[in-house]
C-alpha cells in the first residue's frame, strides 16, 4: 500500500512524525542538502520518498513546487538557511520559520506569513518568498497535506520577545 493512501486529511499536529510535516520535511531537508553539498543525489532521493507518499503525476508538481521553493529560500536569503539531516525528529531554528510560513501560507495568514518571511530573508526580499510559499501550500493542499495552524504563534512570540536587540541566529 502506497503511504498516500494511509494519510488522513485532516490537519496534523507540528512534529516530524505527521504526515504532512513528514512530507514537508523529508523534501525541504533533501532539497537543501543537494543545494549545500551541491549533490544531484539528494534531490533523488527527494524524488524517491515523494514518490512514497503520491501518484506519479501529483509527486512531478510537488517536486517543482519544492524545487522552486527552496531555490528562492537560498538565493534570497542574505545568510546560510539552517537545515538539519532528514532521520532528524527535531526542527532547527530555520526550519521552524519555514514551517511556520507554509503553514500560514495553507491558513490564508498573510500577516504570519510576512514575519515568517522576513526573519528568512528580509523584508526586501520577502515578496518572492511569499509567493513561492503559497504556491507550495496550495500543491500541497490539493493533495490533502495540510501542515498544522499556528494561531498567531509567530504573532505572540513576537510579542513577547524583547524590544531591543535582535533574536540569536542559530545554525544547525
Excluded at 513561492?132 to 500543491?139: D, E, N, Y
Excluded at 493533495?143 to 520577545?161: D, H, K, M, S, Y
Aim: hydrophobic residues 45%; contains cysteine.
Amino acid at each position: 500500500m502506497v503511504q498516500n493512501q494511509k494519510h488522513a486529511t485532516e490537519v496534523a499536529g507540528v512534529h516530524a512524525d505527521a504526515p504532512a510535516e513528514h512530507l514537508f520535511f523529508a523534501q525541504y531537508r533533501y532539497w537543501m542538502a543537494g543545494y549545500t553539498m551541491r549533490d544531484m543525489f539528494c534531490w533523488d532521493c527527494a524524488w524517491d520518498v515523494l514518490l512514497r507518499y503520491v501518484s506519479l503525476d501529483a509527486g512531478k508538481a510537488l517536486y517543482a513546487e519544492f524545487h522552486l521553493f527552496t531555490r528562492v529560500l537560498n538565493q534570497r536569503s542574505q545568510r546560510p538557511i539552517g537545515w538539519l539531516p532528514d532521520v532528524c525528529r527535531c526542527l532547527c531554528r530555520d526550519e521552524y520559520w519555514v514551517l511556520n510560513l507554509v503553514g500560514a501560507s495553507q491558513q490564508n495568514n498573510p500577516h504570519e506569513e510576512l514575519l515568517a518571511a522576513a526573519e528568512l530573508v528580509g523584508i526586501d526580499e520577502a515578496r518572492i518568498l511569499l509567493a513561492a510559499s503559497r504556491s507550495l501550500g496550495r500543491a500541497l493542499m490539493a493533495e490533502n497535506f495540510v501542515l498544522a495552524p499556528f494561531g498567531g504563534v509567530l504573532t505572540r512570540t513576537i510579542a513577547q520577545a524583547p524590544s531591543t536587540g535582535a533574536w540569536p541566529r542559530t545554525r544547525h
